[in-house]
């Protein structure tokens, strides 16, 4: 009973230590590994960041360039203020937006930014002062539903046979 508990013990181990190294090899090649510890930071204020969570995806192109790093909420204007550390080698123009997007209609979010044509380039510390923030799916078919019921409120008996009138006696 003792020598098999001892190989129950050992099998249970060589199974997690295989987990582990299939978990940190579908980590690293997955493409959601840190970007670059010297990454450059940008900063940049949107209105709504619905569902942008800290480590989202930055993408170009639908590539990832770089991550979230910090979220905030600006005390004097109330917007939402994010840190993104994006690849060093990018020479991104200073006119370059950003856009809160998801990745479909279940999808996750992410900063998707769009690189302008200024001859300046936005340095390490640097501001994205063109921005875009979420869509909220919510507030869209709530604003459909309404406007759908308020033109059928203004067009009554539309497709209706009027009422026949009845002949005299």
Known sequence: MKGRSLAEVAAGAVVLAIAAIFLGYAVLHSGRGAVAADGMLLRASFDRIDGLANGADVRIAGVKVGS?????????????????RVD???KLPSDTSAEVTSEGLLGGKYVALVPGGSETLLADGGRITET???????SLLGKFIFSVTQMNASQPNQGQQPPAAEAPK
């Open 88 to 90: 060093r080698s990018l």
């Open 132 to 138: 875009q923030g979420s869509v909220s799916l919510e």
């Open 68 to 84: 979230v790093t910090d979220s905030r909420i600006d005390p004097e204007t109330f917007a939402a203020v994010l840190t993104l």
